[in-house]
């Protein structure tokens, strides 16, 4: 078992920055590829980022590229979503997610095994 408990949403104005945190426990963390969906309200969840077992590898969606980074902390067992520029669409409910896998693609494509409670963003115009 691998527990996720995300942090670091708020509401914030166009154009501004926040970083969401998600912290790991149970199981050693860099077995782990990590990633971060969102489902805004009304709308299916969608993949926004993940990150290789020791983050070698990211992969991002086309609606977040150059926008937001992710980036993990194996020796704190922690991920990273750095989001600047924020836009209204971007309001949504974050999720981090984990499977432990080599391949990063298969957490983005949805394949993944855990996910914490998730983290408010909202985004005003």
């Known amino acids: 078992q691998v527990q996720l408990v995300e942090s670091g949403g708020g509401l914030v104005q166009t154009g501004e920055s926040l970083t969401l945190s998600c912290a790991a426990s149970g199981r050693t963390f860099s077995n782990y590829a990590l990633g971060w969906f969102r489902q805004a309200p009304g709308k299916e969840r969608e993949f926004v980022a993940a990150i290789s077992r020791y983050g070698g590898q990211t992969t991002y969606a086309e609606s977040v590229k150059g926008r937001f980074t992710i980036s993990r902390d194996n020796a704190k067992n922690t991920v990273f979503l750095q989001m600047n520029n924020l836009q209204p669409e971007d309001t949504a409910e974050y999720y981090c997610?984990?499977?432990?896998?080599?391949?990063?693609?298969?957490?983005?494509?949805?394949?993944?095994?855990?996910w914490g409670q998730g983290t408010q963003v909202m985004v005003s115009s």
């Open positions: 997610v984990a499977k432990s896998v080599y391949d990063v693609n298969r957490v983005a494509r949805g394949d993944y095994d855990y």
